[in-house]
């Protein structure tokens, strides 16, 4: 703020110039002196003790636990709802192959992996659009919307005649799903503070195991209780529950999933809440700021570091086809004629209990890394037993049961990124967004090349344990070491109070005046 005299005082004499000048140096000499030792400004308090395991961070008030109760029953239990249908929708098309499909319409070798591809490349081109889209529509339409469709898809695979129809259906089921992930990232990050992801990431995550497991419960019952009931198989009923079961949880998105905080108020919280919310990212430079959509957006996304090596991170773990565990599992029990409701019900799945301890070791540690290199030297020592195949069938179901630890890099991979991007909201989106493209381009390939179905569940023509044993060690060696270090090394480089793909959010005011004299 600058001071000028009034228009009718005298003209100041030589001597009075030279008396303001002195003052402005004392003034600035004291500007640059160290504040004194005050109980606001003196030495930080030691933080309270954290926790192993904590819900909420130490120190937090009353009123923020119920403000994070909210958040957490009105978001968590949507993406965890939609998270849950999203995976009951995509394995059962692997359930449905083992109870009579195959059979039905007469599928041969490889046309599994097939009907995952088609899955996938729907998945690879929707990514970057379904997520870009929620920088711009309102996620409470978007992602509902997007449940709709998919489950319309889902519901017409119960007429399909031939694998050419399975084909198309399936691939437009993954160009409407392609949001999903991406989209629960999304929204998280915009209301949770750093410390917070992990934790709900983790629970968001458990809810894929439901889907998991449940779709396999499914179908045994169906089998048992359907099959040829009004003319139809067992497995065509499977698909017709996931559409009943799907379409409420999109209608509940459309009352209760929320927009980012600075948009129009939610009704189950209040104003003051919702100014709360705001005021908690700001805290951590991570408030959101206007999209404003250029070329100058794209070209500074390219700068920053988050794409490289998030991507590279996600398509070299997806290189192991670990995603494909369940499906393996189900070929293998089949093999072994457990019978057809036996093998939909016994699957491999990561434990609950290991999911969420891992998340609560990471936020104990704040360090993602860490955990996550744990959890593939896991994935490894089962990976290396699938090398060998031993004789030991429960050698084997043991390798199934420890390589799943993979399932629990997703959500901690998932919360690094977040913490990592602060308020940039496009970078956060596209970040995810390609993480799933690129993840989803390098597992069909390998899957395809490597894990034929036809060589299920050994790919000893194709090595692909071998093959999935190196980029495991890759995994390791990369998310242990390398990201780390490029988080480091980029975020000094980096001002705090500018994103990556935007302008600097707020100016130094002590820098202004100073610029301004």
Not at 104 to 125: A, K, V
Request: include cysteine.
């Amino acid at each position: 703020m600058v001071l000028s005299p009034p228009e009718n005082s005298p003209p100041s004499t030589p001597s009075q110039d030279s008396n303001m000048a002195s003052a402005a140096k004392t003034i600035v000499a004291q500007t640059d002196r160290p504040l004194p030792k005050s109980p606001c400004c003196g030495p930080k308090r030691r933080p309270p003790a954290r926790r192993w395991f904590h819900w909420h961070e130490p120190g937090t008030t009353k009123e923020e636990k119920w403000l994070l109760f909210k958040l957490d029953f009105f978001i968590l239990t949507y993406t965890c709802l939609t998270f849950f249908v999203k995976y009951l929708d995509q394995t059962n098309i692997t359930n449905a192959y083992i109870s009579g499909m195959k059979e039905d319409l007469n599928l041969r070798q490889n046309e599994l992996n097939w009907l995952s591809t088609f899955f996938n490349i729907g998945i690879i081109i929707g990514s970057p659009f379904t997520t870009t889209a929620l920088t711009v529509i309102q996620p409470r339409y978007w992602l509902p919307a997007c449940t709709v469709v998919w489950s319309v898809f889902v519901l017409c695979m119960y007429k399909a005649a031939d694998v050419k129809t399975l084909y198309i259906l399936r691939f437009f089921c993954g160009l409407a799903e392609s949001g999903v992930l991406p989209g629960a990232w999304y929204i998280i990050g915009s209301w949770y503070r750093k410390s917070e992801i992990a934790r709900r990431t983790a629970l968001f995550y458990f809810s894929a195991i439901g889907g998991l497991m449940l779709s396999g419960y499914i179908q045994a019952g169906l089998y048992h209780n359907m099959n040829n009931r009004l003319g139809l198989a067992a497995w065509r009923w499977l698909f017709i529950f996931d559409f009943i079961i799907s379409i409420p949880i999109a209608v509940l998105g459309f009352f209760v999933c929320p927009d980012e905080p600075k948009a129009k108020r939610m009704w189950w919280m209040t104003e003051s809440e919702r100014q709360r919310c705001i005021q908690r990212l700001a805290e951590e430079d991570r408030d959101s700021q206007p999209v404003r959509w250029s070329w100058r957006t794209f070209a500074q996304l390219f700068k920053c570091w988050q794409p490289y090596g998030f991507c590279i991170a996600w398509g070299t773990l997806e290189l192991t086809c670990a995603v494909n565990l369940q499906r393996w599992m189900a070929l293998w029990l089949k093999t072994l004629r457990m019978g057809i409701p036996n093998t939909a019900s016994s699957r491999s799945t990561p434990c609950p209990r290991s999911l969420v301890a891992c998340s609560f070791t990471a936020d104990y540690l704040q360090d993602t890394s860490v955990v996550i290199a744990a959890l593939a030297v896991v994935q490894l020592i089962g990976y290396i037993i699938f090398c060998v195949w031993p004789a030991s069938e429960s050698t084997i179901m043991a390798a199934f049961y420890v390589s799943s630890a993979y399932g629990a890099i997703g959500p901690l991979m998932g919360s690094w990124l977040n913490s990592c991007s602060g308020g940039d909201k496009v970078l956060r989106a596209l970040s995810s967004a390609l993480m799933s493209s690129i993840g989803f381009t390098f597992g069909t390939i390998a899957q395809q090349t490597m894990f034929p179905v036809s060589q299920a569940p050994q790919f000893k023509q194709t090595h692909g344990f071998l093959f999935g044993t190196g980029w495991v060690v890759f995994t390791i060696i990369w998310c242990g070491a390398v990201l780390p270090l490029m988080e480091r090394l980029c975020s000094c480089r980096q001002p705090s109070s500018q994103d990556c793909c935007g302008e600097r959010q707020e100016s130094d005011p002590v820098r202004t005046v100073a610029s301004a004299a």
